[in-house]
């Protein structure tokens, strides 16, 4: 029996544009697969680039090697030092996780191999410096402190993700929390220049800054999708406190206790302040709002530590190529730790620079002449009145390690941008993408803008 052509055509033609759209849907899923994975293997790489160098400094400084081995194992260790050596390699182990691209089995355990192989370098290498000492505990400990980051990532990304909305799932990947992780080597060196002085104080408006931006991620992705409640925030701004603070606030028990106290109320506040607009004016962006919020801390936290001790003014300006133009006699521990406080203030600085810019969708090449312009006038400004400083004077290679370091911050953000933006392809599907959202292409729809992630 024949069966006519004009009933046949539509089910046959029916059948095979099925099959094309299915075959290009396929075609689609792994292109956005392949796609996030290779953003998360070039983020892991220069963030963990710049923690490990971080780490590397504190660990080793002042960087006077011997030829030979000054001593051998110690085993002296005090409870401080056990905390501090795990602390130090939590980060780690977390941001590995972080950076790794999804399903990737063996993530848990390379990162605890990572803290291993880094520490055990740390420790062969003091063996040859006098002022440093070498344990096979402080091995153990730091491994440990990758292992729980490790860990910790798995517990945090399971709850954020199973059952989530597509949003809520990516709160450990948004650009803005970027920022919360730039902060914590950061902090170690505002604790470690400090060397238990009153300046070590300039640790409160940092934790007050961190804390605020994990609230404001809370209040707008998390307790609307029911993901973490308060007592998690509180776990999570006043653990991240502590890890920020305990490494470079030993000797300051008090100060360690007053940053993790402000670090949970001001998260709190925040989620509050968050949820509150959130209720009141429906799906909005909440990136910039937050951060407008938050950049007088930055700037008064930059001004502060870049000319502290404030009563240090001469009379005598002072200019050169060196570090510290102003110094007279060898550089100490301090002073390196201070210099390294510095550079890195401007990576977090390049970072927010570039994130105040990201609702538009230019590449970094076009970016990073904004962010050398803003991070350029803030070093020179900053260099002319350090000229006045007695202990530091204008440095033209500060000026050039901070502009550089700027920079650095603002590749970090277009990184974390772009790995966040093919994850969102990835699991939303391409004509999900946030792009429609940049001010050359019109507003987005608020349901759209509301779920952006990549701001």
Known sequence: MSIPISSATPALTSTVTGSQRAGSAGREERHWSRAADATAERLGMATLAYVVATT???????????????????????????????????????????????????????????????????????????????????????TAGA????????????????????VSALALELPLMGVVYLLVPLLWLTGLASSGSERAWLLLPMTVFGGAIIGAVHGAYLEPAQRVGVFGLIAASGGWAAIASIPGGRGEPLVIAAGIAVAIGSALLRSAATTRARLRLGPHRFELPTLRWVMPLFALYLALSALWPLDGASGMWRAGLELFPALHGELSQRMVFQALEYIST??????????????????????????????????????LARGWHAQFGASVLMGALAISASVFGGWLYHLQRDHVRALWARDRGPNAVYLGSSPSSGAASPSLASSDPSA
């Open 56 to 142: 590397l400094v504190i660990t080793m400084a002042p960087f006077r090697f011997s030829t030979r081995p000054l001593h051998g194992l110690s085993t002296e260790w005090t409870p401080f030092d056990l905390v501090m050596n795990v602390a130090m390699f939590v980060p780690l182990g977390f941001l590995f996780r972080v950076t790794r691209p999804r399903g990737a089995s063996s993530a848990w355990w390379l990162a605890i191999v990572l803290g291993a192989l880094l520490s055990t370098t740390i420790e062969s290498a003091q063996l040859f410096e006098a002022t440093r000492y070498s344990s096979l505990l402080d091995i153990l400990t730091n």
């Open 147 to 166: 292992a729980i980051g490790s860990v910790l990532f798995t517990r945090l990304s399971h709850r954020l993700r199973v059952g989530a909305s597509a």
């Open 346 to 383: 401007f990576t977090v600085a390049g970072y927010l620079i570039a994130e105040f810019h990201g609702r538009t969708n230019d590449g970094y090449r076009v970016m990073v002449g904004r962010v050398m312009c803003w991070g350029g006038g803030i070093a020179v400004m900053l260099e």
